[in-house]
């Protein structure tokens, strides 16, 4: 499985840098999936619970609180106003 470089950050600082297979989350208009190789864009997220895939199957879970997704040729970057994993 291919991975990308995801930060996820907040106003306290990043609170993940690192590689992922997939992150799965709530965008504005509805439930997203990103993986390597995805279409650049930038979205709003809503309040939801977030799940990092990891190449080895492993997987993490975040609780975000809303915020804006950013997604490049190279890294996604998720800022959020607050975030802490749930795992």
């Known amino acids: ?3 990308f470089t995801l930060v996820l950050s907040s106003p ?3 609170l993940f840098r690192g590689d ?3 992150l799965s989350l709530r965008g504005t ?3 997203l999936a990103i993986m390597a190789g995805h279409i650049p864009f930038l ?4 309040p939801c619970e977030a799940k990092i895939l990891f190449a080895d199957g492993s997987e993490r879970r975040v609780q ?3 915020g ?3 997604v490049s040729a190279d890294a996604v970057t998720l800022l959020s106003t607050a975030a802490s ?3």
């Open 85 to 87: 994993f749930t795992d």
């Open 20 to 22: 992922a297979a997939m």
């Open 12 to 14: 306290d600082g990043d």
């Open 29 to 31: 208009e509805g439930e």
């Open 1 to 3: 499985m291919k991975e």
């Open 68 to 70: 804006l997704l950013s």
């Open 64 to 66: 975000v609180d809303g």
């Open 43 to 46: 979205t709003a997220v809503v």
